[in-house]
């Protein structure tokens, strides 16, 4: 699937569950990871994983652009488009969007953690993908410092 026909679902997808018209663009963006897709405040356009409709299927694709066409149509109207808002919540549910995207390849693939950290006190071990100050930070359990192992 290329923009041009993610373009025409989504013009599809805004008359038929929203009974308004996308205006804007919609494209599809290879750097978003652990996202399903992104609505931009300032200019209205939307951005989508391409790993919702590759690792997936069209109906996840679908339930993904329905999510953001919520943010999208309630913005334009001048209501509440966050998540923690109920017009946002209720829309989302009339329509059957999703609530979150489901975890993509990318998104579960963990950085491993480098460092090693062994408080001194009660021996609580912590992994950690950066090093810190061992003279700045204290264990939350007992109150010693950190060891590097």
């Not at 966050?82 to 946002?88: I, L, M, T």
């Amino acid at each position: 699937m290329n923009n041009q026909e993610l373009q025409k679902l989504t013009e599809k997808w805004s008359l038929e569950y929203f009974q308004r018209p996308f205006l804007h663009q919609i494209v599809f963006n290879r750097r978003l990871k652990t996202t399903g897709g992104r609505y931009h405040l300032a200019d209205h356009h939307i951005d989508i994983n391409p790993l919702m409709y590759t690792e997936f299927d069209l109906e996840n694709l679908r339930k993904v652009v329905l999510h953001e066409l919520c943010h999208y149509h309630l913005h334009l109207t001048g209501q509440d488009y966050r998540h923690r808002s109920v017009a946002f919540r209720s829309l989302l549910a009339r329509v059957g969007g999703s609530r979150y995207a489901p975890p993509t390849s990318k998104a579960r693939r963990r950085r491993q953690a480098r460092w090693l950290y062994q408080c001194q006190g009660c021996g609580a071990l912590v992994a950690r993908q950066r090093r810190f100050n061992t003279a700045r930070y204290v264990c939350r359990r007992c109150g010693n410092h950190f060891k590097l192992i």
